[in-house]
Nanobody, 121 residues
């Protein structure tokens, strides 16, 4: 069973930075995509950034130039460096991973529990 675990959330002031990490574990045969989503209170979950095989990167317009997604495909890790944070970035950030696992190469599509990011003065 494939699982993902996020870390790195916290409370910061406007203009500061945070780096989120996500590690996928399990019998992963290949990873198709790893992504970061976020969900603010009362809002729908939205895509922040994704990195897919072979190294295609996408960003939501609201984070371009401020956030950087990076990954270590061999270790099934993905990071989100967040700079110039503002209060509108306050949300629970979720890691998502999809790919194939096990000898049968079963498809998986999993979410982490989320990590809270609060930007407040």
């Amino acid at each position: 069973q494939v699982q993902v675990l996020e870390s790195g959330g916290g409370v910061v002031q406007p203009g500061e930075s945070l780096k989120l990490s996500c590690a996928a574990s399990g019998k992963i045969f290949s990873m198709s995509v790893m992504s970061w989503y976020r969900q603010a209170p009362g809002e729908e979950r939205e895509l922040v950034a994704s990195i897919s095989d072979p190294r295609t990167i996408k960003y939501a317009d609201f984070v371009k130039g401020r956030f950087t997604i990076s990954g270590d495909n061999g270790k099934n890790l993905v990071y989100l460096q967040m700079n110039s944070l503002n209060p509108e970035d306050t949300a629970v950030y979720y890691c998502h991973a999809a790919g194939y696992s096990g000898r049968r190469r079963d498809a998986f599509d999993v979410w982490g529990q989320g990590t809270q990011v609060i930007v407040s003065s």
